[in-house]
């Protein structure tokens, strides 16, 4: 790929987070190979589950205990922490977003099972995912209460009314559901009660009685099939609640916005990884710019160098406090901005029928378009943001509360 900014050294970068840039470097160009068949047809997945790209994201989002040993081949010798994902996300959407997306992996579940699921439930979750070919889901958008989780709808009722203590059933439905037409395995978060406490968040496997996922029909990001989920009287066992083990502030919505502050700022290292891709291809495709031209260009490679930067930066903090809302949602804020504006601006340069001539500039118009609403809008980030600094008159870290509408 051709070199910008994003190509020089980032001093928060040590060798051993250099050696994973180059690892995801080295793959990425398989997902774009693959880019066009899998939005043309997302649900044909089959010839593209031996990707290279696909096993090297799967493997970094498996801890290192629940690896089996083709997964742990993938990882040997490269860092494992949260800029270390941030960094693969970042090269391996450089490659394709979409692409990136489509691959079986633990993804937003994953973070919920690995922030509030006891030992045995992740190792459940875990080994499904592990085979690199079964995709997990994490359901909590609502068609009629987006996230709020006052409003939720979806219920968990006792199997047995005189006994609490026993299994439950499932009743509710979900939307935007990445994967949640063909999850093998994934996390629904529902309400025991009437209290913000009485959300509970279940591992759910699929098949299963009464459980139902059907694709809805998107623009971009296709090949995450993004869907809707319905739930009838499904049979859930009581230890697939996650979080038994903790106080009851850190069973249900707590997992939740943990997860979401850190997918914020993997979608912010998508994006970035995405604005580069249209860099990349531009700056190959127009050979010789004019003076104005060559100016736009090297004013991109500046602002996605920055906000690469941003996004190192901000993965460090939320690794360091899990609280810090404020960082991931002024991080998402800028790399949205950013890729919307590169996508919008650089195909320009390639004359007015760009988009046409060039399958994959249109593409990437769609999917950059796709990540403004992934993890909560720009809006709600902002509203975010305006809360916290009307309470305390500063930006603080995050509190355990999600606003209406915020996540994925």
Partial sequence: MTALALDAEDPVLDAAHRRMRARAREVAPALRE????????????????????????RAMGIPERFQDERNRAEVRGLPR???ALMICSMELARG???TMFAAPAPALAGVV?????????QASFYERIADGATWAF???TEPQAGSDATRMQTALTPADPGDRSGDWLLNGAKKYVGNGSRGGVGVVFAQTGTSPLGVRAVLLELPAP????EALDMIGLRGA????????????ARDRLLGAHLPATRRGMWGAVTAFYGARVQVSATAVGLAAAVHDYVRAERRTPSPAERRVLETASLRIAAVARLVHRTALLVEADQGRGDASALCKLEAVRLVRDVTRRLPALLGRGALLDHPLLEKWARDAAALELMEGTSDIQRLRLAQ????SGTVPAGRDTVPAGEGG
Avoid: K, W, Y
């Fill in 34 to 57: 693959a880019a066009l068949a899998i939005d043309a047809d997302p649900a044909r997945m089959d010839d593209h589950l031996g990707n290279p790209a696909f096993r090297l994201f």
């Fill in 81 to 83: 922490d949260f800029l």
């Fill in 96 to 98: 394709d977003a979409g």
């Fill in 113 to 121: 099972v690995r922030t509030i699921g006891d030992e045995r439930q």
């Fill in 138 to 140: 994490c359901a909590i």
């Fill in 210 to 213: 009464g459980a139902h996922g």
């Fill in 225 to 236: 099939r993004i869907s809707e989920m319905t739930f009838r009287e499904v049979p859930i």
């Fill in 388 to 391: 916290d600094f009307a309470r």
